[in-house]
Structures are given as C-alpha cells and as structure tokens.
C-alpha cells in the first residue's frame, strides 16, 4: 500500500503529508525536515506479511523523535522494528548509545522506549515491525542486543534474508504463503536477538525452535551454488545427514525436489526477464546450479511444459 508519494502533493502540502505517512506507517514522534522550504521529497510503501508489516521509505533530510510524550499517549502493541538502511547514512540514539547506521546495515529499534534517528541527507530505510508477543523475548533483551547484532554470526544470514524479503514485497506480501514467510523471520530475527545477546536462558529453545527456519533461509541464499548438497548443509548446522533428513521429513520437506523447484523457478524468472535477454540459455541453467544442459532441459520441460527456448520465445512474444 503506497502511504506517500510526493509527486502527487502539491509542494506546500509535502511537509504534512509526508509527517502523516511517518506516523501512520511508523509510531507517534516528532519529525522535523532538514529543509522544511526547499524541495522536500518521499516515497513511503506499507505491506502487511502475515501478521507483520514491512514498512519502506525514501525521504529528504528529515529526523524522527520519540519521545515519553509519545509512548504515553500511544495505545499501540509493544512492538520492535528490525530495520536496514538502504540508502545514505543514519545516526541513531537511544537511552545514550549512539550508533551510525550504513547503507546495507540492520538496526533494532525498540519501539518501547524513546529514541532518535537523523538522517542528515537523503535517506532511505526499511523496516520489520512485530509485536513483542509474536517474538516471544523480553524487551530487555531486545535492548541488551541491538547495539551487538554485528557479533552475532546469524547477521549475515538475517541481513540477506531481509534485503531479500524488501525487494520483493510487493509480490511475497500477496503470496499465499505469507504468513509462514512471516513466521520464519521472526524466528530468525528471535534467534539473532539471542545470539547477539548471549543469553544462554533462551538460547537452547531457540535455537531448536529455528533450526529449520536456518537450514532452509541457508539453502535459499546458496541455490546457485552447485556444491549445494544435503551434506553441505548437515555439516554446516552441525548435524548428520540422517538427522537432517528426519528433520525435512516432519517438516514434509524433500530436500532434492525443494532444490530443483526453487532452481527451475529462478531460471524461469531469468529466462522471462528483458534485463537478461544477452544470456544464453545455458549460462542461466548454469547461474541457477545446473551444470548438464540436457538434465536441466528435461525438468524445466516436465516442470513448465515447454522447452527452455520455447518458454523464452514466448515470453518475448508481444500478447
């Protein structure tokens, strides 16, 4: 849902406009805009995955002030909000700890509590908001965590699975599994919080209650990888193959036709796509892990009906 675009407000309109969308996709706070008289600018988009939302804004200079005015009078859910910067820089302050926060960085924002954030030129963020009750951990270990999240070695892993989450949106936001794709990142992002923090309470559930959110968040970062194979991801979560696969199995999972599924679903993406029109038919089987181009012809025919060539000619043909 587009919130703001101020290209269809009129200039001295932009300001409110932009102010209203902030609080309506964001929390109550003050904001104040580096050039309120010059040539203020926003895009802010809302979409709701699961029971979660996922909050995306490009702005001017502006910066974001919550206050104890603000929580008092806020009759929201105690929520949090991972965020990743995905344009210019930001400076971020709460209860003293002072953080500046880079194009491609997380940040936890505990919404709980009041905080600062500048963005002192033209900026952009995105954010994942969920309500303590759907995370299942304490505030106060929310807070111990969000200025460690880069010790944790799940960050990477995190940072992908929400960059990913972010440029797909619109289409992830409609998809019938919306709310299991909801569900895996909050355990993910459970299991980062735990990790960054340290604490040795929670971590032991919580690393059981994700293991497979991990497994399978490491497979999809690595489906163009060959050497992707149920040994590799065994050894790489400190199992053995047999409990992998009784693990796949409960959850209904076979990891071989999982693999080729979401590989032949990438190929077929790139082979539809006009910005990919240069590669060769065999190169993107490649890209997509399949090494044999007459293996890779075979299951994308009994997959989508149609030869390589012939779905791509297709998809160039004008309706």
Request: charge should be positive; glycine fraction near 6%.
């Amino acid at each position: 849902m587009l919130l703001v675009d101020t290209q269809q407000v009129a200039a001295p309109d932009r300001v409110a406009a932009v102010n209203a969308a902030l609080t309506a996709g964001c929390v109550a706070s003050r904001i104040v805009h580096k050039d309120p008289a010059g040539d203020v600018h926003a895009t802010m988009h809302l979409w709701t995955i699961g029971p979660c939302k996922l909050v995306t804004a490009h702005a001017t200079g502006l910066r974001q002030t919550r206050t104890p005015k603000h929580l008092r009078g806020d009759d929201q859910p105690e929520m949090l909000a991972l965020a990743m910067q995905s344009r210019g820089l930001a400076q971020y302050d709460k209860s003293g700890h002072q953080q500046l926060v880079r194009t491609g960085d997380l940040m936890i924002n505990d919404l709980t509590s009041p905080y600062d954030v500048n963005w002192p030129d033209d900026g952009g963020s995105s954010a994942f908001n969920v309500t303590y009750d759907l995370l299942g951990v304490p505030v106060d270990l929310a807070r111990r965590a969000a200025p460690l999240l880069h010790t944790s070695p799940l960050y990477s892993l995190v940072q992908h699975h929400l960059g990913t989450l972010i440029r797909q949106a619109p289409v992830l936001s409609e998809d019938p599994g919306a709310p299991a794709l909801a569900a895996a990142t909050v355990e993910l992002l459970r299991a980062l919080l735990v990790s960054a923090a340290a604490d040795d309470r929670l971590a032991r559930p919580v690393r059981a209650d994700t293991q497979l959110t991990r497994i399978m968040a490491y497979a999809r970062q690595h489906l163009t990888d060959p050497g992707l194979t149920p040994a590799r991801l065994a050894a790489v979560h400190g199992l053995s193959e047999r409990s992998l696969y009784l693990l796949l199995r409960d959850a209904g999972i076979s990891l071989e036709q999982w693999i080729i599924t979401q590989r032949l679903e990438g190929a077929r993406r790139d082979l539809a796509a006009e910005g990919k029109r240069h590669r060769t038919i065999a190169a993107i089987a490649r890209t997509w892990g399949f090494t044999d181009p007459s293996y890779f012809t075979r299951r994308f025919q009994r997959a989508y009906g149609a030869r390589p060539k012939d779905f791509r000619q297709a998809a160039r043909s004008p309706d």
